[in-house]
Nanobody
Framework: QVQLVESGGGLVQPGGSLRLSCAAS????????MSWFRQAPGKGLEWVSNINTIGTITSYPDSVKGRFTITRDNVKNTLSLHMNGLKPEDTGVYYC???????????????RGQGTPVTVSS
């Protein structure tokens, strides 16, 4: 079955960097666009980044544009999120999500991992 396992979260000071990884299995990774979402304490799920199937097209909300970079390796079946210039408002649990091309995110249709926590604090 589909498995998405995130790793790399932790505690970092404001202005610091982290690299999150997601190991995918149980499906043909290169056939699906992928996303990162996050959920801050007490808040809803927030979209963080998208990447197309071959890694040539990415997109970000203004809140992380220029600081975060999403990449993928279709040989190793991994998705990554490189985060620089971290701010306290970046704190949350980060999720790797498998998407369907041309469809809006649907939690019932788009599987996600268990998440990895990121805390930005001095």
């Amino acid at each position: 079955q589909v498995q998405l396992v995130e790793s790399g979260g932790g505690l970092v000071q404001p202005g610091g960097s982290l690299r999150l990884s997601c190991a995918a299995s149980g499906f043909t990774f290169g056939d699906y666009p992928m996303s990162w979402f996050r959920q801050a304490p007490g808040k809803g799920l927030e979209w963080v980044s998208n990447i197309n199937t071959i890694g040539t097209i990415t997109s970000y909300p203004d809140s992380v544009k220029g600081r975060f970079t999403i990449t993928r390796d279709n040989v190793k079946n991994t998705l990554s999120l490189h985060m620089n210039g971290l701010k306290p408002e970046d704190t949350g649990v980060y999720y790797c999500v498998r998407r369907r091309a041309g469809f809006a995110y649907d939690p019932l249709e788009d599987p996600r991992g268990q998440g990895t926590p990121v805390t930005v604090s001095s």
